[in-house]
């Protein structure tokens, strides 16, 4: 079945195109219905038509709470199947949370429950990580705390620097995330009680994935 898929992203939208070229491909039976950002300037917003791009700045909404009102009206408008947070930096209220709960999924640069939040490349080296990665997650109130499901591993390389390590997780996070949705578009993936499922059994474990290095 062709999934829908409603996009968030503050950024350069890397992880959206790979979406996109997975559509394009035939990879993923999907269409891109909306792209929601919190930034007018983001990269990733150009890479869909002008009709699909919403963005507003937070800072003209009364509160955070009506900015995440107006956002999840919009993407609601877009009637998505599948909300995917892709690089969208700003922190999502409970309310929008709970609206679109176990159809809201996020790509995030560790492999979860290490190193949530911010700078995670800069994290997995303080910690002496020998291995790094990327997590498809859903999304709960809590920050990067919802189930997993699925990761991707790197290794941590002698002389690596945030941004070397970065360069290499940017690399199995677009495989992961288009893996993910190639599992949610033939209805494998569901979320209950703050379990990931697949095929109806609850993941106790997130899936390790491995892609081979470009
Ligand atoms: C990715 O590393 C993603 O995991 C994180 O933000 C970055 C976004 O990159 N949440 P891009 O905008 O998809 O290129």
């Not at 892709?86 to 429950?113: C, D, E, K, W």
Request: with cysteine; hydrophobic share 50%.
């Amino acid at each position: 079945m062709k999934i829908r898929i409603a996009a968030l992203a503050s950024g350069r939208g890397s992880n959206l195109q790979a979406v996109i070229d997975a559509i394009a491909s035939g990879a993923l039976d999907a269409e891109i219905v909306g792209v929601f950002s919190d930034k007018p300037d983001a990269a990733a917003l150009q890479r869909v038509p002008a009709p699909l791009r919403w963005s507003r700045k937070p800072k003209t909404f009364a509160s955070r709470e009506a900015f995440d009102a107006a956002l999840a009206d919009a993407v609601a408008a877009s009637r998505p199947d599948w909300i995917i947070c892709v690089g969208y930096m700003r922190i999502l209220g409970t309310a929008f949370v709970q609206r679109f709960q176990g159809r809201l999924l996020n790509i995030h640069p560790s492999l979860l429950p290490r190193h949530r939040g911010l700078h995670t490349h800069a994290s997995a080296l303080d910690a002496g990580d020998a291995e790094h990665g990327a997590s498809v997650h859903f999304v709960i109130p809590e920050l990067d705390a919802g189930a997993a499901i699925a990761q991707a591993a790197v290794p941590v390389l002698v002389g690596d620097t945030p941004d070397s390590l970065a360069a290499r997780v940017l690399e199995v996070e677009h495989p992961l995330l288009v893996a993910v949705l190639q599992m949610a578009a033939a209805g494998r993936i569901a979320e209950q009680a703050g379990h990931a499922r697949l095929d109806g059994q609850p993941l106790f474990t997130p899936l390790r994935l491995e892609f081979a290095p470009t």
